[in-house]
């Protein structure tokens, strides 16, 4: 029954995670495009314009990135973390590393073929409790 209470908890702290992320993000975005184009005002939270006030373009595009890379590494910790719980050992600790690191990988190639889109939601998948969320529903699947 605990080992079912961890994944719980570690479901509920990576979709808290993925809610984070958004606001993060969205707000930054907003704030790089107000000051990438120099707009009268910015659409993003007044505590976010508080936190990023006097960061230019490219302070605010570093911070970004290094948000992106915290959040990948926050969910694949989890994810390995979800994997010992549901499976008893860390036998999937190699193949989620590999795993994040093939996808991350082929988001690079299809930025480098200019296909952005599918790079950027292969980016997001990442930064998101995805892998977390499939290992919890091939878990099942295992047992059989």
């Avoid at 995670?17 to 495009?33: I, K, M, P, T």
Wanted: proline share 2%; aromatic share 10%; charged share 10%.
């Amino acid at each position: 029954m605990s080992k079912r209470w961890g994944v719980a908890a570690l479901v509920a702290l990576a979709v808290g995670s993925g809610a984070l992320r958004e606001f993060l993000f969205v707000n930054l975005n907003y704030q790089l495009d107000h000051v990438a184009r120099g707009t009268p005002f910015s659409y993003a939270h007044s505590l976010f314009q508080g936190w990023t006030q006097g960061i230019g373009t490219t302070g605010l595009t570093a911070l970004k990135w290094a948000a992106s890379f915290f959040f990948i590494l926050l969910m694949t910790g989890l994810s390995v973390v979800a994997a010992r719980l549901l499976f008893g050992d860390h036998r999937y600790l190699r193949l989620i590393a590999v795993a994040v690191c093939c996808v991350a990988l082929l988001a690079l190639l299809l930025h480098a073929l200019s296909l952005e889109m599918a790079a950027v939601k292969l980016l997001h998948a990442l930064q998101y409790p995805v892998i977390l969320l499939a290992l919890v529903l091939v878990r099942p699947l295992a047992r059989s």
